[in-house]
Structures are given as C-alpha cells and as structure tokens.
C-alpha cells in the first residue's frame, strides 16, 4: 500500500496531510506550529508532525502545477509565490525520511474537487470547486462516479466569484484572504441597498458556464465609487450579490450532471450563509463539504487527487494530540459556576473552526456570556458565536436546512432567539455545530450533563485563540494561553 504526504504552501494557509494505507491519519494547518496566523511557509514542525505518522513516504504530492501557477502570473502582471518542483525536493531531502519519495504535482482544482469527492463516501456526485483562483481556473465542475472524476467546465482568471467577495472584504475595511468570515457575519448588521449596483458594474454575463466580469478584481477595487463607504452596507451587497451568482451556478451544475448529490470545495463554501440557502434550494438531496475545503484542504485533496479512489472519513480530529483528557465533571462544575472554560484535549481540528477540542465555552444563555467571551478574545462585538447543540435536540431549538450539522457549515434560525442570547446573532440565527456521542464523546457527555442540570442542550462554542493568532495546538500552546490571559485551560 502506498504511503503519501501531501502538502499545500506558498500562498496561504499551508498545510500538510499524511496517508497511510488508504487512511487519513494526520493533517494539520502549518499556522498551528509556526503560531504565524494563516503562515503560508511550510513548517518544518508541521512537516515532521506529520512523518511520525508514516513509516516511509512513497509519494509527495503538491496540491498545484507551479510551472502553470506562474505562466499565469507573468501574463497578468503579478509577482506571485508560485513553488518550483526544484526548489520543494531541495527542501524536502533536508528530511532523511523524504530523500526516496517521488515528488509530484495536481492541478490546484483537482486537488479541491478530490479532497471533497473522495471523503464523501457518495457513490456519485455532482463536484463543484468555487475558489479565488487556482493556476487558471477559478470555478470547475466535475462529475464523480465511483472511483472516476471527471472535469466537466471550467471558469478561467480573471473571471472570479472568489476573488470579487475578497475585494469587497478589502473595500469594506479586512483582509482579503483571510478575513471574508467577519465580513460574512457583518451582512447581517447591513441591507443589500448596492447588491443591484455591484451587478451592473461588475457582472457582465451570468449565464453559465459564460460567467463574466466586467473588470479584474485582483489588485482591488480602492477607485471603485469612493463615496460608498459603509461596511454593513458593503457586506450585505456582496454577499447578495454573491449567492444570486451561486445560485445560478448550481442551478446550472445540478441539470448538466443530473446527480441529486453534491459535493461543494474551494474556499466559498466556507460561506455558511449561502450554504444554508443551496441546502434550502431543493437542488440536491445530499450535500458534502469537507470541514477544511480551502487550499489547507487541499493538501488531502492532492493526495487524493494521487490516489484517485476514495477512503474513509475518519472525522475532523487529525492534528496534534494532548493525550491528558479533562474530567467533564469539573467541566460542567466550571460552565455552571458561569466561568468561560478554555478546553484542550484530544486530537487538534483540521480546518478552520474548533469543534470542541480547542474552543472556549460558555453557558449560552445569558447575554453577557458574549461581552466576557468578546473580551477574552479581543474581537469585534458584532461577530457572532456558534452553539454546540445536542444532534438528538438540535431541531428542536433551531430550524436547520440539513438533518445534522456535525462541522459547523449550515446556519440555523432559532426558535427562540431570546432564550440563548449570546449564541444568536443579529437576525436570529446561529452557525450550528450538532454533536453525538461517536464524534466527540467528551462533548457530548459534558452536554448532557449541562442539559441534566439546566434544561440547556447547547453551549455557547468559540475557537480557543485571540484574534490574529491561529488556534492552540500542543500542551505548551495550553499553558502559555493560559498565562498570558489568566485563563485556566482544561
């Protein structure tokens, strides 16, 4: 059976998966190691993580053609980071252990489309890849049947669903690639008063697969009508703006393959707004998103792409591991105490949100759990929190768009808004992450026994971390969080 490392770095969040035997057995962001916030480097700490795991390494795999990445590059104008295959295996024979591995590249869509198809464990599937840009192509669909994966159309630079809500994020006053999860939650504060506005001045066709701009949105749109100004009012437009061009998309996907299930990767289907709104569409019975589906999910993806079959998914728990587990009954005491509880236990979280194994919570219930969390955090009042929830309660108190929300990708409308204040945002809804016993037995004991206690199923759920610095990885990362901001952490 064949061992293989796959890798994705040099342009944003990097990060290295292993797989053994047709088993993903670790992957990990190389932030998480650095403790440099969306680290584009490939950590050489993340790197040996990772070679622990595998007895020898058959293959690496890069999770996109620099030769191609940097083609484009030169056309455009712009001074990239594109890798060279030269310049990976100098680095790579610093490792005694990668010294034999053959070294390859994927193309960067057939890494996103492989990472999402081959966990899916749908027999077939319709797979739709939304990013910025990879090497040319910004929006691909494919079709899955078995083990094959085949590219059905492409969207090619500069036309870029990706790259157009990534100019309104900078317009709007945040970082582009890195920062579109707080201008999403700020939509909800605006109207979309500039959604017809932005069409008219950036979409030329909407027609699928013709989609069009009407100008590049790479290097910004700072001259674009200075008067408008207002962020929430931004954000909302964008987003409108971004789900009425989604929708068409799908629409379009869903008819030219004719699968009732899909599988949606790249870096947008991190927008659980508008995932909310596809599962709502009736368009597809079944739909999977892997829980990393940006480029750090790509370094599965190219692996995958490699294999070229599918394995099973083990679950989002694949990082670095405290071994020392906390007793959920001094858990429970601390949460109805009203104390905000740092936890870190277990295997780290691949993919940008803590579910449960690197997160602070708190009693849901009363608003001001928000402000403390807010202030531990140090993060914009108007973003808002995530429940975990009950699976066997979760429909209860939310009106969801899919059965379970395991990793936190579909929003929900609460029942109730006023009963759980601090996990309810502006307009009534909540990102929610839905927890059985299989998945996380610690959480889910922990909340049963809140639930015994106080009739609350949930608890408020917030990433163990500051605002720009990555999640807690290693029990040193525990300790100095907890020094550093007088927190203790179970």
């Known amino acids: 059976m064949t061992h293989i490392l796959g890798l994705s770095c040099r342009s944003h969040d990097a990060a290295v998966a292993a797989i053994r035997d047709d088993e993903l057995?670790?992957?990990?962001?190389?932030?998480?190691?650095?403790?440099?916030?969306?680290?584009?480097?490939?950590?050489?700490q993340a790197l040996s993580a990772a070679l622990t795991h595998l007895d020898r390494v058959d293959e690496v795999v890069y999770y996109e053609r620099p030769l191609l990445k940097r083609t484009r590059q030169l056309r455009s104008g712009q001074l990239g980071l594109a890798a060279n295959r030269v310049g990976l295996r100098a680095y790579l024979r610093r490792f005694p252990q990668l010294r034999g591995a053959r070294v390859h590249s994927v193309d960067h869509h057939h890494s996103h489309a492989a990472g999402g198809y081959y966990t899916s464990g749908l027999p077939e599937a319709a797979v739709v890849v939304v990013d910025g840009i990879g090497e040319w192509n910004t929006?691909?669909?494919?079709?899955g049947r078995g083990d094959r994966l085949d590219r059905v159309a492409t969207v090619n630079y500069p036309h870029s669903i990706g790259?157009?809500?990534?100019?309104?994020?900078?317009?709007?006053?945040?970082?582009?690639?890195?920062?579109?999860?707080?201008?999403?939650?700020?939509?909800?504060?605006?109207?979309?008063?500039?959604?017809?506005?932005?069409?008219?001045?950036?979409?030329?066709?909407?027609?699928?697969?013709h989609f069009r701009l009407s100008r590049s949105v790479h290097r910004g749109i700072a001259d674009w009508r200075p008067e408008l100004t207002d962020p929430a009012t931004l954000a909302a437009s964008a987003q409108e703006v971004t789900e009425r061009l989604l929708d068409g998309l799908f629409a379009w996907a869903a008819k030219e393959t004719g699968s009732r299930n899909l599988v949606f990767s790249g870096g947008v289907a991190l927008n659980c707004a508008y995932n909310t709104r596809?599962?709502?569409?009736?368009?597809?019975?079944?739909?999977?998103?892997m829980p990393s589906p940006g480029d750090a999910g790509s370094s599965v993806g190219s692996a995958l792409a490699h294999l070229g079959r599918h394995i099973r998914w083990p679950g989002p728990y694949l990082g670095h591991d405290i071994e020392r587990q906390p007793d959920p009954e001094d858990a429970f005491k601390r949460l109805i105490r009203g104390e905000v509880l740092a936890l870190a236990h277990g295997r780290a979280e691949f993919g940008p949100r803590a579910l449960g194994n690197r997160s602070l919570l708190a009693d849901p219930r009363?608003?001001?759990?928000?402000?403390?969390?807010?202030?531990?955090k140090r993060r914009e009042p108007f973003r808002p929190f995530a429940p975990i929830v009950l699976e066997e309660h979760a429909h209860a108190y939310f009106d969801l768009p899919v059965p379970t929300s395991p990793y936190m990708q579909f929003v929900g409308t609460a029942h109730d808004p006023?009963?759980?204040?601090?996990?309810?945002h502006v307009d009534g809804?909540?990102?929610?992450?839905?927890?059985?016993?299989?998945?996380?037995?610690?959480?889910?004991?922990?909340?049963?026994?809140?639930?015994?206690?106080?009739g609350c199923p949930m608890l408020l759920n917030t990433s163990l971390n500051i605002k720009g610095e990555p999640l807690v990885n290693t029990a040193e990362d525990v300790a100095r969080f907890g020094k550093l901001h007088g927190i203790p952490v179970l």
């Open 366 to 376: 009363p608003a001001t759990a928000k402000r403390r969390v807010n202030e531990i």
């Open 163 to 209: 790259l157009l809500y990534s100019a309104f994020t900078q317009r709007a006053g945040f970082k582009p690639n890195e920062e579109e999860y707080i201008m999403m939650g700020l939509a909800a504060y605006g109207t979309p008063d500039l959604a017809e506005v932005i069409w008219q001045d950036f979409v030329r066709r909407a027609d699928w697969p």
């Open 418 to 424: 006023g009963a759980h204040l601090a996990v309810c």
């Open 429 to 454: 809804t909540s990102r929610v992450q839905t927890v059985n016993r299989r998945q996380n037995p610690f959480l889910y004991t922990l909340l049963r026994r809140f639930n015994e206690e106080t």
């Open 25 to 44: 057995v670790f992957a990990t962001h190389c932030e998480r190691y650095s403790r440099r916030k969306n680290d584009a480097a490939l950590s050489p």
């Open 278 to 289: 596809l599962a709502r569409s009736g368009l597809f019975d079944t739909i999977w998103i």
């Open 139 to 143: 929006i691909s669909l494919w079709r």
